[in-house]
């Protein structure tokens, strides 16, 4: 079974400051792909940062860097310099291999960040 | 570049009832995705249509259906709805893999 772990239901971090935001997953496939959403109060979701299960190193994506640790299953966000415009639900996602013709989509429950001025 | 447009942004229902949502994608854009958000279930996705082929779906009943035209735009249909298909209902457009995803503003369906 595919599944996507979010512990923090919702974090504070001081404007400026860099915040982790942890994901766990679990999957017995060795192919998968790992992502970040960031959903505004707006509703919109704009996605964020992709990570290949194959891939050596750390997806990076501006201030967006992705902390990739396979042994330990986890998928940790990490925004560096954070902004009033950061405050948003995140969502981390994974998607398995194509078995059958069809690939497994997983989100997680999300994490609330709240940027404190 | 326009983005990715839905419509309607908002919608009533009564149970019983059909609906069908409208997706535009962004200008060159193969890929369209459908995804359902709702308090209780969370993000979930419906399915993922590439060059009018339905090429992944999610666990979802038959209910819920969807297609793609040659010009790539997508409709979902949702059929005999239920009180618990009230959510808001994403669409998103790639280029071709999904790993890079740009989302429209979601239409929000209330079944009464």
């Known amino acids: 079974a595919q599944k996507i772990t979010q512990t923090q239901p919702g974090m504070f971090v001081q404007e400026k400051e860099a915040v982790t935001l942890d994901c766990t997953y679990d999957t017995s496939d060795p192919s998968y792909g790992l992502f970040w959403y960031k959903q505004p109060s707006s509703g919109e979701m704009i996605f964020l940062i992709y990570q290949g299960s194959y891939d050596q190193q750390n997806a990076t994506e501006g201030r967006y860097s992705l902390n990739f640790q396979k042994a330990r299953k986890s998928a940790n966000l990490v925004i560096s310099a954070s902004q009033l415009g950061d405050s948003a639900m995140y969502f981390c996602a994974m998607r398995g291999p194509y078995s059958g013709g069809y690939q497994k989509v997983t989100f997680g429950t999300g994490t609330k960040l709240q940027v404190i001025p | 570049k326009a983005g990715v447009t839905q419509t309607p942004r908002y919608l009533i229902k009564t149970r019983g009832q059909q609906v069908t949502l409208s997706c535009s994608p962004i200008?060159?854009?193969?890929?369209v995705s459908w995804y359902q958000q709702t308090p209780g279930q969370g993000l979930q996705f419906l399915f993922e249509y590439f060059s009018e082929t339905q090429r992944n779906k999610g666990n979802f009943p038959g209910r819920f259906s969807g297609r793609q035209f040659s010009n790539s735009r997508s409709e979902m249909n949702v059929s005999t709805l239920e009180l618990g298909d009230s959510a808001l209902y994403l669409c998103a457009s790639s280029l071709t893999s999904v790993n890079e995803q740009f989302f429209g503003p979601g239409t929000r369906l209330t079944v009464l």
């Open positions: 200008s060159g854009h193969r890929s």
